[in-house]
């Protein structure tokens, strides 16, 4: 895939409709939610929102390593996400075939990693801090990678 296709494709997964998480009205941070069933850990998605799944999954894989939920977190899942897609990848990866390279740290690579199944502790993430909102997703068997960014 040339690049500039590629930065045509990487905006293209911005655009997607998708509703932010509700908030209770008395707060503008989330409460913890009681136990129960469906508990996000207080991040409560949206009944009308159209989010895939695997976006909602990866999402509420953020809860417990944050207490809250920023731009950044839905940025990078969704980053990780398409970059599967792109690779033909099913996500998130158990195995060591995808290594990712993220260009920043905080909630950006929290969310790849959550995504895609790759962590430092795995040893299947890498993090080379440039400050830039970028990760390349790299398929070890099948010898190509991908650079994804906003």
């Known amino acids: 895939m040339d690049e500039t296709r590629l930065a045509t494709a990487s905006l293209a997964f911005l655009i997607a409709p998708w509703r932010s998480i509700d908030r209770p009205a ?8 009681s136990s129960g069933g ?15 799944s ?20 839905v940025l990078g899942v969704r980053m990780g ?7 033909g990848l099913d996500l ?8 990712v390279f993220v260009e920043t740290d905080g909630c950006f690579a929290d ?13 299947t993430l890498r993090l ?11 398929d070890a068997r099948a ?3 991908v650079r994804v960014w906003p």
Request: with cysteine.
């Open 38 to 52: 469906g508990n996000t850990g207080g991040h409560v998605l949206s009944q009308e929102a159209r989010m895939s």
């Open 128 to 138: 080379i801090d440039h400050g830039k909102t970028a990760a390349t997703f790299v």
């Open 26 to 33: 008395d707060d503008d941070r989330p409460t913890r939610a």
């Open 81 to 87: 996400l398409y970059a599967g897609e792109l690779l």
């Open 54 to 73: 695997a976006l909602a999954e990866a999402l509420a894989k953020l809860v417990p390593l944050h207490d809250h939920m920023c731009p950044r977190q």
């Open 143 to 145: 010898g190509r990678a």
């Open 111 to 123: 969310s790849i990693s959550a995504a895609t199944g790759c962590w430092l502790g795995h040893r």
């Open 92 to 99: 998130p990866r158990s195995d060591k075939r995808l290594f």
